[in-house]
């Protein structure tokens, strides 16, 4: 069974915990708590593969940065969150994507898996960041994007089915994805 690490960033209040806790508990935490930082495991089926996520559900307030320097360094998927009805949360992704660059310090933006999720669409009335908005980011970007409401569970499985299917991606175009050979050692 392959395992994958994937770290939920973003904003606070965007509605990280929520989104986690309605995949891994199918239930909508109403009340906001802000997360220092949690870990889950979860075992799903992408693509006909066992999968295990370790899952990284991360603080959004600055006084937490340091620890969440520590996830990003060890993630290798990422759930960039931010709220429709937040522009200011939509702009501060896109500084939480270029510290994750730096941290990871690699050549493209391609070369990290992730996901854009606009969250908090049952909440449609209040919206200030257009659909429109979200894709041209996300086709800046280059990765897929979802817009989801953890209140109605409505694309939570979906993001993390393709976030694995990213990290796979990348995997396979850095050649992380081969089997490795068994040698035998002898020590004398």
Same mark, same amino acid.
């Given at each position: ?13 965007? /509605?990280? +915990?929520?989104?986690?806790?309605? &995949? *891994? ?6 009340? !906001? ?6 870990? !889950?495991? #979860? ?11 370790? *899952? ?7 006084? &937490?940065? =340091? ?5 990003? @360094? ?9 709220? *429709?009805?937040?522009?200011?949360? &939509? ?11 730096? *941290? ?8 990290? =898996?992730?996901?854009?999720? /606009? $969250? ?23 990765? =897929?994007?979802?817009?989801? +409401?953890?209140?109605? $569970?409505? $694309? ?22 081969? =089997?490795? #050979?068994?040698? @035998?050692?002898?020590?004398?």
């Amino acid at each position: 069974m392959s395992k994958y690490k994937v770290v939920i960033v973003g904003s606070g209040g965007v /509605g990280k +915990s929520a989104i986690t806790m309605q &995949f *891994i508990q199918s239930k909508f935490v109403e009340d !906001y708590d802000p997360t220092v930082e949690d870990s !889950y495991r #979860k075992q799903i089926v992408v693509e006909n593969e066992k999968c295990l996520l370790d *899952i990284a559900d991360t603080a959004g307030q600055e006084e &937490f940065g =340091p620890l969440r320097s520590v996830y990003l @360094r060890a993630g290798e998927g990422f759930v960039m969150v931010f709220s *429709i009805v937040e522009k200011n949360t &939509f702009e501060e992704i896109k500084m939480l994507k270029d510290q994750i660059v730096r *941290i990871k310090d690699v050549e493209s933006i391609h070369d990290i =898996p992730l996901i854009l999720v /606009g $969250n908090k669409s049952d909440l449609e009335d209040k919206r200030e960041v257009t659909q429109q908005q979200m894709k041209e980011l996300a086709d800046s970007w280059d990765c =897929p994007f979802f817009e989801t +409401s953890a209140k109605n $569970n409505s $694309n939570i499985d979906e993001c993390f089915q393709q976030i694995v299917k990213q990290i796979k991606k990348v995997r396979e175009k850095l050649g992380l994805n081969k =089997p490795v #050979k068994k040698t @035998r050692c002898t020590i004398l």
